[in-house]
């Protein structure tokens, strides 16, 4: 199963490079610069689809006690960092194009930064809270508490930016371009597609391995 | 008759280090039971999760009937607790302390019960001094005092020898003895033998989490019961002795 | 009910008799405060932009350490597990440390802003400014507690406590900034009432989630 999910993905993967940076048209804008977009778009998408894992196995595993969801749910936040930084990286190449600045404190911006602040700090306590259940627990409370923030911090900041600002702060205005063409639409579909998948089999991939870790450490603990 | 403490297959591991591998238990009303253990043994994880203190990972306890897992809250009444950690407030008196754990419990005719319960262990002259300049042993009767305050029917006491004078550890004996004729329970873990063997009407001994040995009190003599300490966790009397320093 | 008075009353006698918390937040979140003015010193025109962000900011880093302060204090002699011990509801033990931490908090502004007025020559006695403080104290009080529980027991906790607080405080510390700078302004209370019932939200959110969560956290 989860080498037809590779060699699909793979196969994906090449034909969504292809309509990226080939295929599809140059933006009135932004001209070139837009293909970044294809990158950082399905990889933003899946850093909040990996959070919004973690908040649902967190949740879970706090009602049902079942060491799974508390696997699944440390596996998927640390692709959902991984996947995080991806953005904050390609965002800020695609901001230093769109509004030649490598940074801006717009709404999504500073909540993307905000994002991978709280579950950095998620895989920090992971690292130092106690091992075994107590551990666990403290890392679900978070992913609950993390999550559940989010929204409130995009608002918030929102809510910022509809207010007049000190001088020589002003806000830039989000959406510079607009996606013109089909061609564009096709292939920003077929990315994030593509990136969904690699994120499906990368959770798989990492949940597994913990598996097999636990059951290890199972084994060697009944022989010691 | 319900039984005060009845306990199957507990379990409970700190990250790949199991405490409890299955334990299994059952104590009578009226029976106090002392468990030997070595270190590491898991007999202080035993004490913590039959006081809701830690989360088993698996198996089932009740205490008075209550279960552990459903009727936590209600549990909390029936127990009363002693361990390494006094639970007291350094800069509150003595008096203060156990107003204080009197009223989270809701005790009534509170009082009255602290007089009783200071007069119990002794502590009537020290009352209204703060817990900070109470010396160890005094401090220790103190939170044997916060932990029988409200009553309960079945005492966990893990270690609770540690820092008692020998004149505040006939307090206790006396304390336990008047519990159990009274119709409540004891668990006791200890490292000092003659204590234990003086204190329990019953004898287990845990290694690596389990319980490898139980017996009445009578049908042992201490001889005995040392060769079989022994035997069953590898450790000598003097081992023994010596982690208990 | 009793037991929360109880918990409350237990935290005031303490504190009033060691001063350990309040006093040397205080005298911290003081120094923060002057760290920021020899820093802006320079630039003496931006200050009535920045004060509200400079005491704000001095706040939450004083907030952080009041928070560590009131849990440690509590666990010097297992106190936290002798709550534990009590057959009272979990979100008791909750609600009582996040009252006291939040009454530790507030006499510690109630102690800065004064001097704050003074040194920035700015009128902070304003009635949004103290609903604003209030509201963002008891939000950094909800969050707060709950971290502050899990830190006791992790590693490099002076660290952690700060790394999972400041991150989730973001909106309130936003709110509380954009709030006083409306007062500020002259603004009257329509210009502060986004961010008071943002703030609000936060509390309410939060509250409930941490009464809810606290004694998964609590157990070992």
């Known amino acids: 199963m989860l080498s037809y999910l590779i060699v699909l993905g793979g196969a994906l993967m090449v034909a969504n490079l292809f309509l990226s940076l080939v295929w599809s048209p140059p933006d009135v804008n932004l001209t070139e610069g837009v293909r970044i977009f294809y990158f950082h778009a399905p990889v933003a998408w899946v850093s909040f689809l990996a959070f919004f894992i973690v908040f649902v196995a967190s949740i879970l595993y706090l009602t049902r006690k079942e060491q799974r969801w508390d696997l699944l749910a440390n596996a998927s936040a640390e692709i959902g960092v991984l996947f995080a930084t991806l953005m904050l990286i390609s965002g800020s190449l695609f901001a230093r194009i769109a509004w030649n600045v490598w940074w801006t404190w717009d709404p999504r911006l500073t909540t993307a930064l905000i994002l991978w602040f709280i579950y950095v700090g998620y895989l920090m306590l992971r690292a130092y809270a106690p091992q075994g259940a107590q551990g666990a627990r403290y890392a679900a409370v978070l992913g609950i508490i993390g999550f559940v923030d989010v929204p409130i911090v995009y608002f918030s900041v929102r809510l910022r930016t509809l207010h007049p600002r000190p001088i020589g702060t002003g806000g830039a205005e989000a959406d510079t371009f607009n996606l013109a063409s089909p061609e564009m639409v096709i292939t920003l579909v077929l990315s994030v597609l593509t990136f969904t998948l690699l994120f499906a089999a990368l959770l798989w991939l990492r949940y597994r391995m913990k598996e097999v870790e636990e059951a290890t450490e199972r084994i060697r603990r009944d022989y010691a | 008759m319900t039984p005060a403490i009845e306990i199957k297959g507990l379990q409970k591991s700190y990250g ?35 006081a809701t203190l830690a989360q088993a990972d698996g198996g089932t306890a009740r205490i008075a009937g209550l279960d552990l897992q459903q009727s936590e809250t209600a549990l909390r009444r029936r127990i009363g607790v002693v361990t390494h950690q006094t639970y007291l407030y350094d800069d509150l008196t003595s008096y203060e302390n156990l107003r204080f754990y009197g009223r989270l419990f809701s005790v009534p005719h509170l009082e009255a019960r602290i007089s009783e319960v200071a007069a119990l262990l002794g502590l009537e002259e020290r009352m209204h001094q703060r817990v900070r300049t109470l010396s160890h042993g005094l401090q220790k009767r103190l939170s044997i005092a916060r932990a029988v305050l409200h009553g309960p029917q079945v005492l966990l006491l893990d270690e609770p020898e540690a820092g008692l004078d020998p004149q505040a550890q006939e307090v206790l004996a006396r304390l336990l003895a008047e519990h159990l004729h009274g119709g409540g329970a004891a668990l006791i873990t200890t490292h000092n033998v003659e204590q234990g063997l003086a204190l329990g009407s019953h004898v287990a001994i845990l290694a690596q989490g389990r319980v490898v040995y139980r017996q009445e009190r009578p049908a042992v003599t201490e001889a005995e019961f040392d060769e079989t300490y022994a035997r069953l966790t590898g450790a000598s009397r003097q081992a023994r002795d010596e982690a208990a320093q | 009910m009793r037991a929360l008075l109880s918990i409350l009353w237990k935290d005031l006698l303490l504190e009033i008799r060691t001063k350990e918390t309040v006093t040397p937040v205080l005298v911290f979140a003081l120094l923060v405060v002057v760290i920021f003015d020899f820093a802006l010193e320079p630039r003496r025109d931006l200050i009535v932009t920045v004060a509200p962000g400079v005491l704000w900011a001095s706040i939450t880093f004083a907030g952080v350490l009041g928070l560590s302060r009131t849990f440690t204090l509590e666990q010097e002699r297992g106190g936290l597990q002798g709550l534990m011990l009590a057959p009272i509801g979990r979100e008791v033990i909750y609600l009582g440390k996040f009252l006291s931490s939040f009454i530790f908090m507030l006499a ?4 800065i802003l004064p001097v704050f007025s003074a040194i920035f020559n700015l009128p902070f006695f304003l009635p949004q400014v ?25 590693r490099a906790r002076d660290i952690m406590l700060p790394v999972l607080f400041f991150p989730i405080v973001v909106p309130v510390l936003m ?26 939200a936060f509390d309410i959110i939060f509250t409930v989630l941490g009464a809810m969560t606290f004694g998964l956290v609590l157990k070992e």
């Open chain 3, 130 to 154: 103290w609903v604003q403080a209030i509201l963002a104290t008891l939000g950094y009080a909800a969050v707060g507690t709950v971290f502050a529980a899990m830190s006791l027991n992790t």
């Open chain 3, 108 to 111: 510690v502004e109630a102690a």
């Open chain 2, 16 to 50: 790949p280090r199991p405490a409890l591998r299955g334990v299994d238990l059952s104590l009578a009303f009226g029976q106090a039971l002392a468990i030997f253990g070595p270190n590491g043994s898991g007999k202080t994880t035993l004490i913590k999760v039959l």
């Open chain 3, 175 to 200: 709110a509380a900034v954009e709030g006083t700078s409306a007062a500020l302004r002259g603004e009257s209370w329509s210009g502060a009432l986004r961010w008071i019932q943002l703030t609000a």
